[in-house]
């Protein structure tokens, strides 16, 4: 599995992102939700879903799109995907965290960490290992 600009839903999740980065949150969302609506494989909404949590108004609905994010990417046989899994458990845990569901944030930071060996060794994957690290200690 490949994130290719080819795949109409990578595209427009790529576009989502440029918009990110240049601060049109508004435009970015738009385009994360066509995506998602558009969507049709465990691919597609894995990769949708996983940018349209990034924009929502509450931890409660960023926790309902990070799970489902997470729901379609387990559905995907892919090295490619595992290795998003850490960072899908870490995002799950924080939220639970966040809404005081410690057990709920502890057991997730655990899953995050089983997941870490597929990391890449570079900063992304040395920051979700911290991330995953500081988890871990704050719900002890």
């Given at each position: 599995?490949e994130?290719?600009?080819d795949?109409?839903?990578?595209?427009?999740?790529?576009?989502?992102?440029?918009?990110?980065?240049?601060?049109?949150?508004?435009?970015?969302?738009?385009?994360?939700?066509?995506?998602?609506?558009?969507?049709?494989?465990?691919?597609?909404k894995?990769?949708?879903?996983?940018?349209?949590?990034?924009?929502?108004?509450?931890?409660?609905?960023?926790?309902?799109?990070?799970?489902?994010?997470?729901?379609?990417?387990?559905?995907?046989?892919?090295?490619?995907?595992?290795?998003?899994?850490?960072?899908?458990?870490?995002?799950?845990?924080?939220?639970?965290?966040?809404?005081?569901?410690?057990?709920?944030?502890?057991?997730?930071?655990?899953?995050?960490?089983?997941?870490?060996?597929?990391?890449?060794?570079?900063?992304?994957?040395?920051?979700?290992?911290?991330?995953?690290?500081?988890?871990?200690?704050?719900?002890?």
């Amino acid at each position: 599995m490949e994130f290719s600009d080819d795949n109409e839903i990578v595209a427009l999740c790529v576009k989502g992102m440029e918009f990110e980065g240049q601060g049109k949150l508004t435009e970015a969302n738009e385009l994360f939700t066509k995506a998602w609506n558009a969507a049709t494989t465990d691919f597609e909404k894995f990769t949708a879903a996983h940018y349209v949590a990034r924009h929502q108004n509450s931890v409660s609905d960023k926790l309902k799109w990070d799970k489902t994010a997470l729901h379609h990417a387990l559905n995907i046989d892919d090295v490619a995907i595992k290795a998003s899994l850490p960072s899908l458990y870490l995002n799950i845990a924080k939220c639970y965290e966040d809404l005081n569901d410690f057990d709920g944030a502890r057991n997730n930071y655990q899953k995050a960490f089983s997941y870490s060996d597929v990391l890449p060794e570079n900063e992304y994957g040395e920051m979700i290992k911290k991330g995953i690290a500081n988890g871990l200690k704050r719900t002890k």
